[in-house]
């Protein structure tokens, strides 16, 4: 099944700029709990999917971020979110 991608702000990733689709709208929704330091069993609670469907929507988001382990994926989003916020009030 096929969902249709939502817009988001613009990422960046090693210095480069990431299409606006970068994220589906639930890797959004699972980043934002893995970066909050939910487990996957919480996020799946939350989310009404099962931990091993967040642990799948982990993977692809930890390949697109280049991250080797969950402490990567933290410091990529953190300097991503911060890239942005210095853009905007730039």
């Known amino acids: 099944m096929w969902h249709r991608r939502q817009q988001v702000d613009l990422v960046i990733v090693d210095d480069r700029p990431l299409r606006p689709d ?30 091993r469907t967040v642990e799948f929507h982990r993977a692809n988001i930890m390949k697109k971020f280049g991250a080797k382990n969950l402490a990567d994926l933290v410091r990529e989003f953190m300097r991503a979110s911060h890239r942005i916020s210095e853009r905007e009030m730039g």
Do not use: N, Q
Request: aromatic share 4%; net charge positive; glycine share 14%.
């Open 22 to 51: 970068f994220l589906t709208r639930r890797e959004r929704a699972v980043l934002a709990r893995v970066v909050g330091g939910d487990t996957s069993k919480e996020i799946g609670r939350e989310l009404g999917i099962s931990p």
